[in-house]
């Protein structure tokens, strides 16, 4: 197999990059894997007990946003 070739432009800098074919059909046979959707259910709640008032930590970081 061929290896990778870097074009360089009259400065030195790397502009272009050529490779085989063989490894450019691998490079496009590689899927990523598929993530399960999450699920909201299993993290309802999760919070509940160590926030005493929401409301109030809501209003407190919205007002961080406010520039009055």
Do not use: F
């Not at 691998?26 to 709640?45: D, I, M, S």
């Not at 005493?52 to 209003?59: F, G």
């Amino acid at each position: 197999m061929n290896e990778i070739q870097y074009v360089y432009d009259a400065g030195g800098h790397k502009k272009s990059v050529i490779i085989p074919v063989e490894l450019w059909e691998r490079t496009l046979q590689v899927q990523k894997p598929r993530l399960a959707p999450c699920n909201p259910q299993e993290y309802y709640g999760i919070y509940r007990d160590r926030i005493k008032n929401p409301l109030e930590v809501a209003r407190a970081l919205r007002s961080e946003w406010n520039r009055g």
